[in-house]
């Protein structure tokens, strides 16, 4: 009879050598590899950024665009997109990329490379949150792990928006939290209101959460008087630096109501299709547990060891986990994170609009705390099951538990490998490539005051890559805010009708009243086909009568004009100068046409 290949005493001594490695490896070597896994995504995520001149994550388009304006007071005069999300973003984040681009740094650069650090940031503090829970280092790289996993394999962090700021200042707040420090607790809480306010609402609500105990089934006063001191200081801190921002009066306000936002298409799905702004669905369990912005359950794409979080609660009461006896009472916070992100989803709910998303403080927080409890309880069955496979080898150890050991290996492995794949990293992290490089060029060569008007797609991609003012652009249609939706709609449907109108003078009319310096069309733009897909023109329900005339052969007047006009063609594009369009407008026309620029 042959010997195996490998002895069960060898087995075992692996084993034991890999359960004392996960237990007693020191905290340096678990935090320095939890840095690691930060830098492979970070440094995968870095090579997508800069994989071509023209590339840009696709929420940056609307929030790091306009501070080029830091570079260059002459870019995007008089531009209402850019003066809006000016207006919007929180002044701490517009300081910190001021800061930052004085020194000669280009923001969208900036943006770029922003991620890695914050990551690094975030992993840090949830590796110290981790271990005031259970203080074994390895519990601080399987957490930060599942944390990291998570983040990369969504948008949130690499846009380098405000909400990327979320996870690093959150995870401040619970470390220092844990560790009773009342002055760092009121710093993180003042660079959460300055980065990201939301945030504030979510740590304030930890605090009052923390003011109560539960004791023998009755719900009383806490007796830790550090509980007083942290909320009244967080109230305070919160209340200095936010309230001067909300009664500051905005010129962009007031913030659209429930029953407005209800009969706006933008919101609403309907016809299979998802308006820009989509919020409200007539299937109630798509609204209240799937929606991306109202529902309770979406939380992206995450981990797939998160799901261990799920255990957490039966890992501590059985006797078969005794690592879990380790367990400090600070995993209570867990609890209290859970308890603040539900009551503020549905105060979001009842104040909708008011305090934003009510997903957004659901999405976030959970991420970060499943992230902690599924590391927790990633040890204590690790610690556990490997002393019962120690066991097994060293008595009885059958075919079918050689099985489960080996399925459970590929499991873990396949776990911990597949949320590196680039299909649900890179491509999860909506990177937009700009497809018309020769447009860019051009238009970045033209003065800095020009403004095109286009409902073309590539209109998105214009503040960004051409550092020009577009008038509207889908990307930039955000319907929450009144005194910019009325605008921006009353010069999106301006646009779309003048591009249609078989009447010259209404063209030449529009051209003249926002002081277009260029037209840019889509080669297939008076496609029947085109004006029912395109969804900007759908949002104003302005498609069924626009494809009407095209079908009656009513030729719109701006189509004439665009093979003797277009001064710049690609396979998708045309560029048109409104001088040239008006000229032969005129013409068309005749002497029944007085041009607007000579009244």
């Known amino acids: 009879m042959s010997k195996p290949l490998i002895s069960k005493s060898k087995i075992t001594r692996f084993l034991l050598k890999l359960h004392k490695f996960l237990?007693?490896?020191?905290?340096?070597?678990?935090?320095?590899?939890?840095?690691?896994?930060?830098?492979?995504?970070?440094?995968?995520?870095?090579?997508?950024?800069?994989?071509?001149?023209?590339?840009?994550?696709?929420?940056?388009?609307?929030?790091?665009?306009?501070?080029?304006?830091?570079?260059?007071?002459?870019?995007?005069?008089?531009?209402?997109?850019?003066?809006?999300?000016q207006s919007v973003a929180p002044w701490g984040y517009k300081i910190f990329y001021w800061l930052i681009t004085s020194l000669g740094i280009d923001p969208i650069f900036l943006g770029k490379l922003l991620p890695i650090f914050l990551g690094l940031i975030s992993t840090i503090y949830c590796f110290g949150v981790s271990l005031q829970i259970l203080p074994i280092p390895?519990?601080?790289?399987?957490?930060?792990?599942?944390?990291?996993?998570?983040?990369?394999?969504?948008?949130?962090?690499?846009?380098?928006?405000?909400?990327?700021?979320?996870y690093p200042l959150f995870l401040a707040f619970l470390y220092y939290l844990l560790r009773g420090s009342l002055f760092p607790i009121l710093?993180?809480?003042?660079?959460?209101?300055?980065?990201?306010?939301?945030?504030?609402?979510?740590?304030?609500?930890?605090?009052?959460?923390?003011l109560f105990s539960y004791h023998q089934k009755r719900l009383k006063f806490t007796l830790i008087k550090l509980n007083y001191w942290l909320w009244l200081g967080g109230i305070i801190t919160a209340t200095i630096?936010?309230?001067?921002?909300?009664?500051?009066?905005?010129?962009?306000?007031p913030i659209i109501t429930t029953t407005a936002a209800k009969i706006q298409p933008i919101f609403n799905y309907a016809d299979s299709t998802y308006g820009r702004a989509f919020f409200f669905h007539h299937n109630p369990l798509v609204f209240w547990l799937t929606g991306p912005r109202s529902g309770i359950l979406f939380v992206g794409l995450f981990s797939p060891f998160a799901i261990a979080s799920l255990l957490l609660p039966f890992l501590l009461k059985k006797e078969k986990f005794p690592l879990g006896k380790q367990v400090s009472d600070k995993v209570g916070i867990l609890v209290q994170i859970f308890i603040a992100s539900v009551g503020l989803f549905v105060l979001a709910h009842i104040f909708l609009f008011q305090l934003h998303f009510p997903n957004r403080y659901i999405y976030h927080s959970m991420r970060v705390m499943m992230a902690i409890a599924g590391g927790i309880a990633l040890i204590i069955w690790l610690d556990s099951y490997l002393k019962e496979i120690i066991y097994q080898i060293e008595n009885n150890f059958?075919?079918?538990?050689?099985?489960?050991?080996?399925c459970t290996t590929l499991l873990l492995v396949l776990f911990s490998i597949i949320?590196?794949?680039?299909?649900?990293?890179?491509?999860?992290?909506?990177?937009?490539?700009?497809?018309?490089?020769?447009?860019?060029?051009?238009l970045l060569a033209q003065p800095k005051d020009k403004l095109i008007a286009s409902i073309s797609k590539e209109s998105n991609n214009i503040p960004t890559f051409a550092q020009r003012s577009t008038?509207?652009?889908?990307?930039?249609?955000l319907p929450y805010h009144l005194g910019y939706y009325s605008q921006f709609s009353r010069k999106a449907i301006d646009l779309i009708q003048a591009q249609y109108t078989p009447n010259?003078?209404?063209?030449?009319?529009?051209?003249?009243?926002?002081?277009?310096?260029?037209?840019?069309?889509?080669?297939?733009?008076y496609n029947p086909r085109y004006v029912a897909d395109k969804q900007l023109i759908r949002q104003y329900d302005l498609a069924d009568s626009i494809i009407y005339q095209l079908e009656q052969n009513m030729i719109p007047a701006l189509s004439t004009t665009v093979e003797i006009c277009t001064v710049l063609t690609t396979k998708r594009i045309a560029l048109l100068p409104t001088s040239c369009i008006t000229n032969e407008l005129i013409k068309l026309s005749g002497n029944n046409y007085e041009n607007p620029q000579n009244r």
Do not use: C
């Not at 059958?398 to 080996?406: K, S």
């Open 504 to 525: 010259p003078e209404e063209v030449n009319n529009f051209i003249h009243n926002y002081g277009v310096d260029f037209w840019l069309l889509d080669l297939t733009a």
């Open 471 to 477: 008038l509207v652009a889908q990307e930039y249609s």
């Open 138 to 166: 390895a519990v601080g790289f399987f957490t930060s792990f599942i944390l990291n996993q998570s983040l990369w394999m969504e948008d949130d962090l690499v846009s380098a928006t405000p909400r990327a700021f979320f």
């Open 187 to 210: 710093v993180a809480i003042a660079l959460q209101a300055i980065f990201y306010p939301q945030t504030v609402l979510l740590s304030l609500s930890i605090l009052t959460i923390r």
């Open 419 to 442: 949320p590196f794949s680039t299909d649900l990293t890179i491509d999860n992290q909506s990177y937009i490539k700009g497809k018309e490089k020769e447009l860019y060029e051009y």
């Open 241 to 253: 630096i936010l309230l001067p921002y909300k009664l500051a009066a905005t010129e962009f306000g």
């Open 23 to 85: 237990i007693n490896r020191s905290r340096i070597f678990w935090l320095g590899l939890s840095t690691v896994v930060v830098l492979i995504y970070g440094i995968e995520s870095l090579k997508a950024a800069f994989e071509t001149k023209y590339i840009i994550q696709d929420d940056a388009r609307q929030h790091i665009f306009w501070m080029r304006r830091f570079f260059d007071t002459e870019l995007f005069p008089e531009d209402l997109i850019a003066d809006y999300f």
């Open 398 to 406: 059958t075919f079918l538990q050689g099985i489960y050991l080996g």
